[in-house]
């Protein structure tokens, strides 16, 4: 039931864009996206809901293809800190909020 | 500071030992979530409560349990312990769970060394 995320890890200099992708092979209800910094604990970036509906940071874009059941998180003029290791976290059952996540992507930013 | 607390920090023990990880959810959050992070695995979803009852079940291992306790703190029983269950241990709460979507709020984890 995990997802699988690509890329594994990726390298950009500030201002360049990134996207990370998520993809699984189970239907799905919503996608998380939460970035963690080493050494912290997650944090929630967005949820994008079937059916549209998406709850989260004005500053990050994604979307969310429910008949490919896909996801794509985009990163647009990265900064430094937005260096760390991204998850999507899917949700099969509606409303149970318990996610499954993927082994992450993890993003360096440099100058 | 998400607002949820775990305990204890850092936990050294020895294999077949049993250890318990405590969680204190944010006010007001039903729903508790625990997850095992370890290098080579991310973040592998446990088990989840919802207002005392379990709500579902992710890859745990029958050696661990956990419970929810009336006052909505949550803990997890690790038995028999091995030296593969050396991991990061990370419980989460959300106000969601019980029918609705919302953010997961993680604590800072129990970092737990099997020896």
């Known amino acids: 039931q995990q997802p699988v995320q690509s890329p594994q890890a990726v390298i950009l200099r500030e201002g360049e864009d990134a996207v990370i992708n998520c993809s699984s092979s189970?239907?799905?209800?919503?996608v998380h996206w939460y970035r963690q910094k080493h050494g912290e604990a997650p944090v929630f970036l967005m949820i994008?809901?079937?059916?549209?509906e998406q709850k989260g940071h004005e500053k990050i874009s994604a979307s969310f293809n429910e008949k490919k059941q896909q996801s794509s998180l985009y990163l647009t003029a990265s900064q430094l800190s937005y260096s760390g290791t991204y998850f999507c976290?899917?949700?099969?059952?509606?409303?149970?909020?318990?996610?499954?996540f993927g082994t992450g992507t993890r993003l360096t930013v440099i100058p | 500071d998400s607002g949820v607390t775990q305990t204890p920090k850092h936990l050294i023990t020895a294999t077949g030992q049993r250890v318990t990880l405590r969680c204190s959810p944010r006010?007001?959050?039903?729903?508790v979530y625990w997850y095992q992070q370890s290098l080579d695995q991310g973040l592998q979803f446990l088990i989840q409560?919802?207002?005392?009852?379990?709500?579902a079940k992710g890859n745990i291992l029958e050696r661990f349990s956990a419970q929810q306790f009336p006052d909505l703190h949550s803990e997890l029983n690790l038995s028999s312990l091995e030296l593969g269950d050396s991991a990061l241990y990370f419980c989460?709460?959300?106000?969601?769970?019980?029918?609705?979507?919302?953010?997961?709020?993680f604590g800072e984890g129990s970092r737990l060394t099997v020896l």
């Open positions: 994008l809901l079937k059916g549209g």
């Open positions: 006010s007001g959050d039903l729903s």
């Open positions: 989460a709460s959300s106000v969601s769970g019980g029918g609705d979507t919302g953010e997961l709020f």
């Open positions: 409560y919802y207002n005392g009852e379990e709500r």
């Open positions: 189970k239907a799905l209800y919503s």
């Open positions: 976290g899917t949700e099969i059952s509606p409303g149970a909020n318990n996610l499954f």
